[in-house]
């Protein structure tokens, strides 16, 4: 029983560190941007401006 708890204890950490491999991108780890996946959409974390429209303006 001890050892069927030592590796799933094994495997769980072996699990944490894969998904942490498959997070990192170019704005997170020392690696240049061409070496993203092209199929994951960037964050854009910068787009929180509100947009004015004349309806929202006062007269």
Known sequence: MA?????I???TARIK???QRLNRDSTNADQPPSSDSPYRK??????KKRKSSKKNRPR
């Not at 050892?3 to 590796?7: I, L, T």
């Open 3 to 7: 050892a069927s708890q030592e590796g």
């Open 9 to 11: 204890q094994a495997l």
């Open 17 to 19: 560190e894969l998904e």
């Open 42 to 47: 960037p964050k854009n974390r910068g787009d």
